[in-house]
């Protein structure tokens, strides 16, 4: 495929053109990402995650221009959520980054998540198989840190990097269910706003709970404040001493062994739900599935194993109803 | 599934600052179902055309109210040319003279939308040429 | 006060009988009335009951704390207010010349418009300036363009106010030195600077370098002219912009007097005692549509200031609480369809100004929505202000509407939602904190997008766009700037920094940087001294923006 060697040379407008096709659901997205996949696994991908207003966007500015001083190729996909009425969506993270902009070394993609939680997931990791192929260095994934959704994506990532800041009562969100545990590097930016040192205190209260058993790597605090510029040459010291460590400590390949699984998964179980569609109409007939439930005439489980019976004799090429 | 979404980057070059407008059409667009990326004001056509390829948008809708634009929104759509992105359709809006339109259009404005246009004649051209 | 037992007695048998009857038969137009802020209007406003004490707390007389009914005690009766049209465009020698014919013209100050690259602290040669020299103001490069800007002009005899921000302090100094080749003192200059940054960050964009450093040479200004140019508003607190981004009235009023109160803070930080720099600040408001709510607004701002200023920086002099404004009639109010509908939209403008007690005032010409006006219309709007001066009869007496019912309630009520608003910016820890965090934006952008989503549902009528269209011709003979400007102003340049002395310029620029380094040091006298050698506008900025950085924008969708 021309547009894989195109990627593969780093051009920008068949990068552009390929995360779209696979953000579209297109039907040369399949073979587009498996023709990409044996040439990734290079590139670091650290997902930078937290609550709005955090600075995440601004943090991620300041790590670019010092990837770039060390002559890494950088690409950031920043996702914003979709309107659940409209189903449109305003992408403004990339405007914190824009003295980029004109950078031949950075790639800054705006993604949406289109109201299809499981949908999101599987793209970014297609799109991430697109950069990396595409010989970026570092990937960053920016993403607002609510919901399973943005652990999904947070997932796919190397390393994570959570976003705190003072004064929000971020100390609360930040033990509320999975958040703290999918964090790698914990960063308080805003550091001159009041609360700055309490927050990180609690952080290390929350953190010293963690389960130590197989998770022997510590995880840094880094103070930081992205829009005065401190911390950052810090925090990106801290992201390659944990690169270093989990590397060397067999964790990332066991992530990325994991992530594969997950993928595989994925895949397996949105092609499985496809297949199910369109030979037995799922979505055509659910509503009179719930019909013919809610007068009672009809059982759930049996409702949904006649189906599936249905659907296992039509492989078989007979049927009944 | 989820649809494919026609995506449009609202942009300021040169160094007007007014963007009320800008951010109204943005947000309009958004509820209409667009996705809608906005950079902010002072872009240079350098930054605006790098920012369109990279988001593979299917427009360009320039804002100006300070009467630069015979300058720079040719200088925009020229730049797309160069970069082998002129299937990237630009569209402008703000305070652009009556008498400059057929010359914007002859470089290569696909449209100008003056003081007074609504959201739905916008929404009217752009579903035209999206071919919808 | 609330409204006598009788009154409210009669209101209701009122109510329930004739009014009743009438709607029956013809039921009002609208189930709810707003003002042009979206507040409601009720149909009938009586007297509430009356009480000297309260009189005197809340309106009071002209003059005299807290000056709801106006700053000096015979208004327009003593003299009209300064009619002051906002021009400039192109090159100093085409501004210069338009300038002489407005003085001609009958106007009485003078009010200079600088084009976006001389705003944000770009030559005209710089690539950033590409396409905009010249087009929205004149472009001033070096001191030689404001030497010809002022030509013929007696700096003694006129006040000058000049739009410019972040820059403000070079274009002053650069004004000061044009006054000294003509032998003229700088105790002798009258005029403003807008001066006003944090507008600029909420609503206008012009910025350059970010609050702190900016905040720095704004009170090095108040500090320089306090003692050296004692007659200069070295300030004008903004309004007009922040209504133009598409906030209500309140809002208008509420941003504007927080961001007086942050620069006063910031003056007093910075050592200065508060009635040595409070009496020169001076205040710009837009005037809109709605007559009635923008004359109660311009009151309420005023009682609201004279407070703050007594109560919370403990202002003595009566200078210091009064609260002195410039207004602008609405731009965004104006249409490009029908522009001659303009023309009466402005004259209700100008109207509300006036009746609201304005110092100066700019009406905008006909063809505001599609150019820079022509001679004609700028004439035009200058003779709609003075119609209004000679002919109308309201400048016979002080505060005319006070005492109307809808007047003054619109006046309470306009300052409760001010102080609310003024209440939670402090709780967010000011307006630069507000800023920052996007609070102020998004209050504003909400009001705008509701207000445009109102337009085009046709909920809000805007004559000759949602109503009473027309087929037209589009007017011709548009002012346009001739974009070879941009080579002229390249060519002066050259000229310029052939014939000065480099060295000395280079010396001024290195004193200048040092000054920035220190907090402490006053960058004034240094800013002039690099003025005086021709330094250029860029050259100057270039050194502050190397020393203060630049702002990023807030970005709030």
Same mark, same amino acid.
């Given at each position: 495929?021309?547009?894989?060697?195109?990627?593969?040379?780093?051009?920008?407008?068949?990068?552009?053109?390929?995360?779209?096709?696979?953000? !579209?659901?297109?039907?040369?997205?399949?073979?587009?990402?498996?023709?990409?996949?044996?040439?990734?696994?290079?590139?670091?991908?650290?997902?930078?995650?937290?609550?709005?207003?955090?600075?995440?966007?601004?943090?991620?500015?300041? /790590?670019?221009?010092?990837?770039?001083?060390?002559?890494?190729?950088?690409?950031?996909?920043?996702?914003?959520?979709?309107?659940?009425?409209?189903?449109?969506?305003?992408?403004? !993270?990339?405007?914190?980054?824009?003295?980029?902009?004109?950078?031949?070394?950075?790639?800054?993609?705006?993604?949406?998540?289109?109201?299809?939680?499981?949908?999101?997931?599987?793209?970014?990791?297609?799109?991430?198989?697109?950069?990396?192929?595409?010989?970026?260095?570092?990937?960053?994934?920016?993403?607002?840190?609510?919901?399973?959704?943005?652990?999904?994506?947070?997932?796919?990532?190397?390393? *994570?990097?959570?976003?705190?800041?003072?004064?929000?009562?971020?100390?609360?969100?930040?033990?509320?269910?999975?958040?703290?545990?999918?964090?790698?590097?914990?960063?308080?930016?805003?550091?001159?706003?009041?609360?700055?040192?309490?927050?990180?205190?609690?952080?290390?209260?929350?953190?010293?709970?963690?389960?130590?058993?197989?998770?022997?790597?510590?995880?840094?605090?880094?103070?930081?404040?992205?829009?005065?510029?401190?911390?950052?040459?810090?925090?990106?010291?801290?992201?390659?001493?944990?690169?270093?460590?989990?590397?060397?400590?067999?964790?990332?390949?066991?992530?990325?062994?994991?992530?594969?699984?997950?993928?595989?998964?994925?895949?397996?179980?949105?092609?499985?739900?496809?297949?199910? %569609?369109?030979?037995?109409?799922?979505?055509?007939?659910?509503?009179?599935?719930?019909?013919?439930?809610?007068?009672?005439?009809?059982?759930?489980?049996?409702?949904?194993?006649?189906?599936?019976?249905?659907?296992?004799?039509?492989?078989?090429?007979?049927?009944?109803? | 599934?989820?649809?494919?979404?026609?995506? &449009?980057?609202?942009?300021?070059?040169?160094?007007?600052?007014?963007?009320?407008?800008?951010?109204?059409?943005?947000?309009?667009?958004?509820?209409?179902?667009?996705?809608?990326?906005?950079?902010?004001?002072?872009?240079?056509?350098?930054?605006?055309?790098?920012?369109?390829?990279?988001?593979?948008?299917?427009?360009?809708?320039?804002?100006?109210?300070?009467?630069?634009?015979?300058?720079?929104?040719?200088?925009?759509?020229?730049?797309?040319?160069?970069?082998?992105?002129?299937?990237?359709?630009?569209?402008?809006?703000?305070?652009?003279?009556?008498?400059?339109?057929?010359?914007?259009?002859?470089?290569?404005?696909?449209?100008?939308?003056?003081?007074?246009?609504?959201?739905?004649?916008?929404?009217?051209?752009?579903?035209?040429?999206?071919?919808? | 006060?609330?409204?006598?037992?009788?009154?409210?007695?009669?209101?209701?048998?009122?109510?329930?009988?004739?009014?009743?009857?009438?709607?029956?038969?013809?039921?009002?137009?609208?189930?709810?009335?707003?003002?042009?802020?979206?507040?409601?209007?009720?149909?009938?406003?009586?007297?509430?009951?009356?009480?000297?004490?309260?009189?005197?707390?809340?309106?009071?007389?002209?003059?005299?704390?807290?000056?709801?009914?106006?700053?000096?005690?015979?208004?327009?009766?003593?003299?009209?207010?300064?009619?002051?049209?906002?021009?400039?465009?192109?090159?100093?020698?085409?501004?210069?010349?338009?300038?002489?014919?407005?003085?001609?013209?009958?106007?009485?100050?003078?009010?200079?418009?600088?084009?976006?690259?001389?705003?944000?602290?770009?030559?005209?040669?710089?690539?950033?300036?590409?396409?905009?020299?010249?087009? *929205?103001?004149?472009?001033?490069?070096?001191?030689?363009?404001?030497?010809?800007?002022?030509? %013929?002009?007696?700096? !003694?005899?006129?006040?000058?106010?000049?739009?410019?921000?972040?820059?403000?302090?070079?274009?002053?100094?650069?004004?000061?030195?044009?006054?000294?080749?003509?032998?003229?003192?700088?105790?002798?200059?009258?005029?403003?600077?807008?001066?006003?940054?944090?507008?600029?960050?909420?609503?206008?964009?012009?910025?350059?370098?970010?609050?702190?450093?900016?905040?720095?040479?704004?009170?090095?200004?108040?500090?320089?002219?306090?003692?050296?140019?004692?007659?200069?508003?070295?300030?004008?607190?903004?309004?007009?912009?922040?209504?133009?981004?598409?906030?209500?009235?309140?809002?208008?009023?509420?941003?504007?007097?927080?961001?007086?109160?942050?620069?006063?803070?910031?003056?007093?930080?910075?050592?200065?005692?508060?009635?040595?720099?409070?009496?020169?600040?001076?205040?710009?408001?837009?005037?809109?549509?709605?007559?009635?709510?923008?004359?109660?607004?311009?009151?309420?701002?005023?009682?609201?200031?004279?407070?703050?200023?007594?109560?919370?920086?403990?202002?003595?002099?009566?200078?210091?609480?009064? /609260?002195?404004?410039?207004?602008?009639?609405?731009?965004?109010?104006?249409?490009?369809?029908?522009?001659?509908?303009?023309?009466?939209?402005?004259?209700?403008?100008?109207?509300?100004?006036?009746?609201?007690?304005?110092?100066?005032?700019?009406?905008?010409?006909?063809?505001?929505?599609?150019?820079?006006?022509?001679?004609?219309?700028?004439?035009?709007?200058?003779?709609?202000?003075?119609?209004?001066?000679?002919?109308?009869?309201?400048?016979?007496?002080?505060?005319?509407?006070?005492?109307?019912?809808?007047?003054?309630?619109?006046?309470?009520?306009?300052?409760?939602?001010?102080?609310?608003?003024? !209440?939670?910016?402090?709780?967010?820890?000011?307006?630069?904190?507000?800023?920052?965090?996007?609070?102020?934006?998004?209050? &504003?952008?909400?009001?705008?997008?509701?207000?445009?989503?109102?337009?085009?549902?046709?909920?809000?009528?805007?004559?000759?766009?949602?109503?009473?269209?027309?087929?037209?011709?589009?007017?011709?003979?548009?002012?346009? *700037?001739?974009?070879?400007?941009?080579?002229?102003?390249?060519?002066?340049?050259?000229? *310029?920094?052939?014939?000065?002395?480099?060295?000395?310029?280079?010396?001024?620029?290195?004193?200048?940087?040092?000054?920035?380094?220190?907090?402490?040091?006053?960058?004034?006298?240094?800013?002039?001294?690099?003025?005086?050698?021709?330094?250029?506008?860029?050259?100057?900025?270039?050194?502050?923006?190397?020393?203060?950085?630049?702002?990023?924008?807030?970005?709030?969708?």
């Amino acid at each position: 495929m021309n547009l894989v060697d195109d990627i593969r040379r780093g051009d920008v407008r068949a990068i552009a053109r390929a995360i779209s096709l696979i953000e !579209d659901f297109e039907p040369e997205a399949e073979l587009l990402a498996d023709s990409l996949f044996p040439h990734t696994g290079r590139a670091l991908i650290l997902g930078v995650t937290g609550s709005p207003g955090t600075g995440k966007s601004t943090l991620v500015d300041r /790590l670019i221009t010092l990837e770039r001083r060390s002559g890494h190729k950088v690409a950031v996909i920043a996702i914003d959520p979709s309107s659940p009425f409209s189903g449109g969506a305003i992408l403004g !993270d990339r405007l914190r980054m824009q003295e980029h902009a004109t950078d031949p070394g950075v790639f800054i993609r705006s993604m949406a998540s289109r109201g299809f939680l499981g949908g999101v997931a599987a793209a970014t990791g297609d799109v991430l198989k697109v950069l990396d192929a595409a010989g970026y260095d570092t990937i960053f994934i920016e993403t607002i840190g609510v919901g399973q959704t943005e652990i999904k994506i947070v997932e796919l990532s190397d390393i *994570v990097l959570l976003v705190l800041m003072p004064g929000t009562g971020d100390e609360i969100q930040a033990m509320k269910a999975g958040v703290m545990e999918i964090g790698d590097i914990f960063i308080i930016n805003k550091k001159d706003m009041p609360g700055a040192d309490k927050l990180r205190m609690e952080v290390e209260y929350v953190l010293s709970f963690k389960n130590p058993g197989e998770d022997t790597v510590i995880n840094p605090i880094v103070m930081t404040s992205a829009t005065n510029g401190e911390g950052i040459g810090l925090l990106r010291e801290a992201i390659a001493a944990h690169r270093s460590e989990i590397a060397r400590s067999g964790k990332l390949e066991q992530k990325r062994r994991f992530r594969l699984e997950r993928e595989l998964m994925g895949v397996l179980s949105r092609k499985i739900h496809r297949l199910m %569609d369109v030979r037995i109409e799922v979505s055509k007939q659910l509503p009179d599935w719930a019909d013919t439930l809610y007068r009672r005439k009809a059982c759930p489980y049996a409702l949904i194993n006649k189906q599936i019976q249905n659907f296992l004799k039509e492989g078989r090429g007979d049927r009944t109803n | 599934m989820p649809s494919k979404k026609t995506r &449009i980057l609202i942009a300021k070059p040169g160094l007007d600052g007014h963007d009320r407008g800008a951010k109204f059409i943005a947000r309009a667009l958004r509820d209409e179902g667009y996705e809608v990326i906005y950079t902010g004001i002072r872009q240079s056509p350098e930054a605006i055309v790098q920012t369109a390829i990279q988001e593979d948008v299917d427009f360009v809708g320039l804002s100006l109210l300070s009467g630069a634009h015979n300058e720079l929104f040719p200088r925009v759509v020229d730049l797309l040319k160069e970069n082998g992105a002129e299937d990237i359709k630009v569209i402008g809006g703000g305070i652009i003279p009556e008498e400059d339109i057929p010359l914007l259009k002859e470089k290569g404005v696909q449209a100008v939308f003056g003081p007074g246009t609504s959201t739905e004649q916008i929404v009217e051209f752009l579903e035209h040429e999206s071919g919808r | 006060m609330p409204l006598p037992e009788e009154l409210k007695k009669q209101k209701k048998e009122w109510e329930e009988t004739i009014v009743r009857k009438v709607i029956s038969r013809y039921p009002e137009r609208k189930p709810e009335f707003v003002t042009g802020s979206d507040k409601p209007v009720e149909r009938l406003y009586l007297p509430e009951s009356f009480s000297v004490e309260e009189y005197l707390e809340k309106q009071g007389f002209p003059g005299r704390y807290p000056y709801t009914r106006g700053v000096q005690p015979t208004m327009y009766r003593g003299r009209p207010w300064t009619m002051r049209q906002y021009a400039g465009f192109g090159t100093a020698e085409e501004s210069n010349q338009r300038y002489r014919f407005l003085l001609e013209q009958g106007q009485t100050g003078l009010s200079v418009a600088f084009d976006l690259p001389t705003q944000i602290g770009y030559d005209s040669d710089d690539p950033q300036a590409e396409g905009e020299v010249g087009k *929205v103001g004149v472009a001033v490069d070096t001191l030689r363009d404001m030497e010809v800007l002022f030509d %013929d002009i007696p700096l !003694d005899k006129i006040s000058t106010s000049m739009t410019i921000n972040a820059p403000a302090a070079i274009l002053l100094t650069m004004y000061i030195a044009v006054a000294e080749k003509k032998g003229i003192g700088k105790d002798k200059l009258r005029g403003t600077i807008q001066n006003d940054i944090l507008k600029e960050y909420i609503a206008r964009g012009t910025y350059i370098f970010p609050p702190a450093p900016s905040m720095r040479l704004i009170t090095d200004v108040f500090a320089y002219c306090t003692r050296e140019v004692p007659q200069w508003n070295t300030i004008s607190i903004s309004g007009y912009h922040i209504r133009e981004a598409g906030s209500d009235a309140p809002q208008e009023v509420a941003f504007t007097l927080a961001n007086g109160i942050e620069y006063v803070r910031a003056a007093l930080k910075a050592g200065l005692s508060v009635d040595d720099f409070a009496g020169r600040l001076s205040f710009f408001f837009n005037a809109h549509n709605d007559l009635l709510e923008e004359v109660a607004k311009f009151r309420a701002a005023r009682r609201i200031w004279a407070r703050i200023m007594k109560e919370r920086f403990n202002a003595t002099e009566p200078k210091s609480m009064m /609260l002195r404004f410039h207004t602008q009639t609405g731009g965004s109010t104006l249409t490009a369809q029908q522009p001659d509908n303009n023309i009466v939209r402005v004259a209700i403008q100008a109207l509300a100004a006036v009746l609201g007690g304005t110092q100066s005032l700019h009406t905008n010409s006909r063809e505001e929505a599609l150019a820079l006006p022509a001679e004609e219309s700028v004439r035009l709007a200058l003779r709609t202000q003075q119609v209004l001066a000679y002919e109308s009869g309201v400048t016979s007496t002080v505060d005319p509407l006070a005492g109307s019912y809808y007047v003054e309630a619109l006046t309470d009520r306009i300052e409760v939602e001010v102080w609310q608003y003024i !209440d939670r910016i402090e709780a967010l820890g000011g307006m630069v904190p507000s800023i920052l965090k996007g609070y102020v934006q998004k209050e &504003i952008q909400e009001v705008a997008f509701r207000t445009q989503k109102d337009i085009e549902k046709g909920k809000r009528v805007v004559v000759g766009i949602n109503k009473f269209q027309m087929e037209e011709k589009r007017p011709a003979n548009l002012l346009r *700037v001739d974009p070879a400007i941009r080579q002229v102003q390249t060519d002066k340049l050259s000229q *310029v920094k052939r014939s000065r002395n480099s060295s000395r310029v280079q010396n001024s620029l290195s004193a200048l940087r040092q000054g920035a380094k220190q907090d402490d040091v006053n960058l004034l006298p240094l800013i002039l001294e690099a003025v005086r050698e021709y330094a250029t506008l860029g050259e100057i900025c270039r050194v502050l923006r190397d020393e203060f950085g630049e702002h990023k924008e807030t970005i709030v969708l």
